[in-house]
């Protein structure tokens, strides 16, 4: 089955500390990859997406993630985290680009 | 781009009633999904739209809910006989519907069953 593997489901870290979230995703021959946070009562936010070309993807907020094909992974990264970096975030995988399927997410807590 | 807008924001309704719920999608985007989000999981998909044809349902879509998106631009979910299991958050996300661009999702719509 097409899925999306989130393997920590909480992340606890201390302020300007790096962050790394993990996802994992079923392969196929072709894979879209996107990161979505979400903040309480709130729709889910892009923080960045992979459709092709350059592995290393930067997004917004100083997020950057990584396609790595032979290991189906698309990890999260952030050098150094803020307060305000508390949230839930989704990986989600396309693989036709009709269909999007989600990640059960990663709470992350930024501890001051 | 004013966003996906999703009305109303909070339902609390009793079991058995049925309920309404609107999205607004971004004007240019002809795509629009709703999905299903329970505390502590990812949205489920439950159906999408290109333009005004309904193009899939998932299974998780019991008779009980009805999706529409009569002229192509808003949509509406309804849930009739509403249980306590209906009790999510539900959301909605329009897409241009092709360059594999991503989701564009509103706020949602809380939904308390009582």
């Known amino acids: 089955a097409q899925s999306v593997t989130q393997l920590d489901s909480q992340v606890p870290v201390f302020e300007e500390a790096p962050v790394e979230l993990r996802c994992n995703y079923s392969s196929s021959v072709s894979v879209y990859l996107f990161w979505y946070v979400q903040y309480p009562n709130q729709g889910l936010q892009l923080l960045l997406k992979y459709l092709s070309g350059s592995t290393l993807v930067k997004g917004i907020n100083g997020f950057e993630a990584e396609f790595n094909k032979s290991q189906t992974s698309f990890h999260l990264r952030k050098p150094s985290v803020h307060i305000s970096d508390t949230a839930e975030y989704f990986c989600a995988v396309s693989y036709t680009g009709n269909q999007f399927y989600f990640g059960t997410g990663t709470s992350l807590t930024v501890i001051p | 781009d004013t966003g996906v807008s999703q009305n109303p924001r909070h339902k609390i309704t009793k079991r058995g009633q049925n309920v309404t719920f609107r999205c607004d999608p971004i004007?240019?985007?002809?795509?629009l999904y709703w999905y299903r989000q329970t505390l502590g999981q990812g949205p489920e998909f439950l159906t999408y739209f290109q333009n005004e044809a309904q193009l899939e349902k998932s299974r998780l879509l019991s008779d009980r809910f009805s999706a529409e998106r009569p002229k192509g631009s808003f949509s509406t979910l309804e849930i009739q006989r509403t249980e306590q299991g209906d009790s999510a958050m539900y959301l909605c996300a329009s897409t241009r519907g092709h360059d594999n661009s991503p989701l564009h999702f509103g706020n949602g719509t809380r939904l308390t069953v009582t």
């Open positions: 004007s240019e985007h002809n795509r």
